[in-house]
């Protein structure tokens, strides 16, 4: 039986074919590609501006620059996301501030979000966990109570709605993610939807060294900037994938409902809240009940691999690496997140899965963890 990987992106024909075109253009690194994929986005996001880069990171960091976040700056976060989530606040010399998840969404418990905020606060970083949006309106009123700015971590969340409205369409910064996992792929690539026509300069100038060009001989370099320029290569991959994104979400959704359908109630696993209204089901992620069985998550993570399935981990918590150790944070902080991040594991779904590969996965799980079940 074939590996079953947890995910592959789904990549057609014309696409392929866009792409040698590119190629055989003579013009392959930003240019048409990018410009048509970034008005693409626009549309999507209900026309606020949109500038695309090499990766969500790098459209992270520099949308905490554009909201003038930098050293002495405090940035609220979630423990449980990529560790590029707080690395960004530390790269523009702010302090990222951890408070702990609600348990159910796995996501930033924004009860606890009041309680972290100081003077020296500038800005909140949501992530959206598998592509589960927090409670927007939550968000952005404490956002506005305390004048903070909101960049939105939906590297995960293409394709996601709050109470029907696409996220991307409405709020502050909100970053995007196209790396090859992702429910829309450029290969690597990221974008950031803009609430001000203004800061796309600066976004441009950040990207490519601080660059300004008028007229055809004319340049100068105003600020520090870096090099996260997105390819035309890799925009017209976005482009074919755009086309798609409706399908490949609607697919996900069925898949997603498989599982809650196959997956043995009595199995000693935490499900993820089955929102089919706002998340587009980037991951479908269960929890282990360590108490509940004989086993870990690494022997459980090698058993599937024997049974000729991928999974994988997301997140550990962050903020017991190395990195955020040294800072100050350590065990015991952010119990939910740390419980999850030892025990959290995605599997399968992607839009070329067939139902019958989502049994195979239910199936597999049965048969895991059903023997290592500890007795009562």
């Known amino acids: 039986m074939d590996f079953l990987p947890f995910t592959r992106p789904s990549i057609d024909e014309e696409t392929i074919a866009g792409v040698a075109d590119v190629l055989r253009s003579g013009w392959i690194t930003t240019g048409p590609q990018a410009k048509a994929f970034e008005a693409e986005l626009s549309r999507y996001c209900d026309g606020r501006t949109v500038r695309v880069f090499s990766s969500a990171t790098a459209a992270l960091e520099i949308g905490l620059r554009v909201a003038n976040v930098g050293p002495g700056d405090e940035v609220i976060t979630t423990p449980?996301?990529?560790?590029?989530?707080?690395?960004?606040?530390?790269?523009?010399?702010?302090?990222?501030?951890?408070?702990?998840?609600?348990?159910?969404?796995?996501?930033?418990?924004?009860?606890?979000?009041?309680?972290?905020?100081?003077?020296?606060?500038?800005?909140?970083?949501?992530?959206?966990?598998?592509?589960?949006?927090?409670?927007?309106?939550?968000?952005?009123?404490?956002?506005?109570?305390?004048?903070?700015?909101?960049?939105?971590?939906?590297?995960?969340?293409?394709?996601?709605?709050?109470?029907?409205?696409?996220?991307?369409?409405?709020?502050?910064?909100?970053?995007?993610?196209?790396?090859?996992?992702?429910?829309?792929?450029?290969?690597?690539?990221?974008?950031?939807?803009?609430p001000d026509e203004k800061d796309a300069l600066t976004c441009e100038k950040l990207r490519l060294q601080g660059v300004v060009r008028s007229g055809e001989d004319g340049m100068d370099v105003?600020?520090?900037?870096?090099?996260?320029?997105?390819?035309?290569?890799?925009?017209?991959?976005?482009?074919?994938?755009?086309?798609?994104?409706?399908?490949?979400?609607?697919?996900?959704?069925?898949?997603?409902?498989?599982?809650?359908?196959?997956?043995?109630?009595?199995?000693?696993?935490?499900?993820?809240?089955?929102?089919?209204?706002n998340s587009n089901w980037h991951m479908f992620q269960v929890v282990l009940k360590a108490d509940s069985i004989s086993l870990d998550r690494a022997e459980f993570?090698?058993?599937?691999?024997?049974?000729?399935?991928?999974?994988?981990?997301h997140y550990p918590a962050m903020h017991l690496f190395s990195i955020y150790r040294r800072l100050g944070w350590h065990e015991g902080q952010f119990p939910h997140a740390e419980r999850i991040g030892r025990s959290i594991v995605t599997l399968p779904l992607f839009p070329a899965m067939r139902d019958s590969d989502v049994d195979r996965v239910c199936d597999a799980i049965a048969a895991i963890l059903l023997k290592a079940r500890r007795a009562a």
Do not use: C
């Open 80 to 194: 449980l996301s990529w560790v590029a989530t707080a690395n960004v606040a530390l790269a523009v010399g702010a302090r990222p501030v951890f408070v702990d998840i609600d348990p159910a969404t796995r996501n930033i418990d924004l009860d606890l979000v009041e309680a972290a905020i100081t003077p020296a606060t500038r800005a909140i970083i949501p992530v959206y966990l598998a592509g589960l949006p927090v409670d927007m309106d939550r968000l952005y009123a404490i956002a506005t109570k305390h004048s903070l700015r909101v960049l939105e971590d939906a590297a995960q969340a293409l394709g996601s709605l709050w109470k029907g409205k696409r996220i991307g369409a409405f709020g502050d910064l909100v970053a995007f993610s196209f790396h090859a996992n992702k429910n829309i792929t450029s290969t690597e690539g990221g974008a950031i939807v803009l």
């Open 222 to 277: 105003d600020m520090l900037g870096g090099k996260s320029n997105l390819t035309d290569v890799a925009a017209r991959i976005g482009l074919g994938q755009m086309k798609r994104l409706d399908e490949f979400t609607e697919r996900r959704k069925v898949l997603a409902r498989r599982y809650f359908d196959r997956l043995d109630p009595d199995l000693p696993v935490e499900l993820p809240v089955a929102d089919f209204e």
């Open 301 to 313: 993570m090698r058993r599937m691999r024997d049974a000729g399935i991928g999974i994988g981990v």
